[in-house]
């Protein structure tokens, strides 16, 4: 089965400094893709970066970048010049394909950032 | 674009009733919508795949009966909690998709049962 872990229940960054943000994930399929989204308080789920698992850069989205290692099963999100807007939850997933061609997200427990002034 | 509403965005309502949430996509077509429910400060949670013109998929530990998904049209999928009871209180979520690897997510539904 297919399973995420984001080991860091709870970060603090400085604002301006980069934070990063760990995700590891399990899975046997050999075609994968990898999300982050963050959840305000308000509570929308926002999309911030793809990584699919033949991608062979990293994914970058502005601030936002995914350090993808294969081999380690992992995709770390990397947020440059932390701002205060960036306190939020953060949540790494998964996509599970199933039949009929859609897929399943599986997520992490999530990440709490907080960003100080 | 890929604008993704949920009705509505707040509901309390007295155990034994029974509440109906909407997930609408606006400017697209969906012919696959996925329920989540989040408690607090926790993850989200896949509760059943809604697909247009067929019976939901739910996920293992979801009660049918207890969540009824409707999927009427490509842009309209509905979830009915019967007879609620406060352990249903909880943060619904939806999210649409319009062709595979990608989902939008709806605002969330922040259901109380009294």
């Known amino acids: 089965a297919q399973k995420i872990t984001q080991t860091q229940p709870g970060m603090f960054v400085q604002e301006k400094e980069a934070v990063t943000l760990d995700c590891t994930y399990d899975?046997?399929?050999?075609?994968?893709?990898l999300f982050w989204y963050k959840q305000p308080s308000s509570g929308e789920m926002i999309f911030l970066i793809y990584q699919g698992s033949y991608d062979e850069q990293n994914a970058t989205e502005g601030r936002y970048s995914l350090n993808f290692q294969k081999a380690r099963k992992s995709a770390n999100l990397v947020i440059s010049a932390s701002q205060l807007g960036d306190s939020a939850m953060y949540f790494c997933a998964m996509r599970e394909l199933f039949s009929g061609g859609y897929n399943k997200l599986i997520f992490g427990a999530g990440t709490r950032l907080a960003v100080h002034p | 674009g890929a604008v993704v509403s949920q009705h509505p965005s707040r509901v309390i309502c007295k155990s034994g009733t029974s509440v109906k949430i909407e997930c609408r996509s606006l400017d697209f077509q969906a012919t696959t919508m996925f329920w989540y429910r989040q408690f607090p400060k926790k993850s989200l949670m896949l509760m059943a795949t809604s697909n247009e013109g067929s019976k939901a998929t739910y996920e293992q530990g979801v009660e049918k009966d207890k969540f009824l998904i409707n999927h009427a049209s490509l842009t309209l999928s509905t979830l009915t909690v019967t007879s609620a009871h406060p352990e249903d209180s909880s943060f619904y979520i939806c999210?649409?998709?319009?062709?595979?690897?990608?989902?939008?997510f709806g605002p969330g539904t922040r259901l109380t049962v009294l």
């Open positions: 899975t046997s399929d050999q075609s994968y893709g």
């Open positions: 999210s649409a998709s319009p062709r595979p690897l990608q989902q939008f």
